[in-house]
């Protein structure tokens, strides 16, 4: 089993950047492919990017690519979500989710069982 925390979210305006960090708790964080998925308000939850075990393999969101990169540290048990170019549209709370590795990263948020709280990502126009 793994815990996550999300920091890194805030008020941002439109065309700036944030970066979000994912802190993993557990000694086994380097098994697990780790995504990130956004829930706005009244919106399902959503794929935004996913990085294998060992960083060997992403995978991105259409509204994603060309503006997001996920990345991993193991040695750190962190995953990152570095965004730029935002826009009022990635307005959201930003979660990530770990889950063993097993194949290509994947884009399904029921593929992953273990959950962050959450961070809050607010980009004004």
């Known amino acids: 089993q793994v815990q996550l925390v999300e920091s890194g979210g805030g008020l941002v305006q439109a065309g700036g950047s944030l970066r979000l960090s994912c802190a993993a708790s557990?000694?086994?964080?380097?098994?697990?492919?780790m995504g990130w998925f956004r829930q706005a308000p009244g919106k399902e939850r959503e794929f935004v990017a996913a990085?294998?075990?060992?960083?060997?393999?992403?995978y991105y969101a259409d509204s994603a690519k060309g503006r997001f990169t996920i990345s991993r540290v193991n040695a750190k048990n962190t995953v990152y979500l570095q965004m730029n170019s935002l826009e009022p549209e990635d307005t959201a709370v930003y979660y990530c989710?770990?889950?063993?590795?097993?194949?290509?990263?994947?884009?399904?948020?029921?593929?992953?069982?273990?959950w962050g709280q959450g961070t809050q990502v607010t980009v004004s126009s």
């Open positions: 557990g000694r086994t964080f380097y098994r697990y492919d």
């Open positions: 990085v294998s075990w060992n960083a060997g393999s992403t």
């Open positions: 989710a770990a889950e063993f590795s097993a194949g290509p990263p994947r884009s399904r948020w029921n593929d992953y069982r273990y």
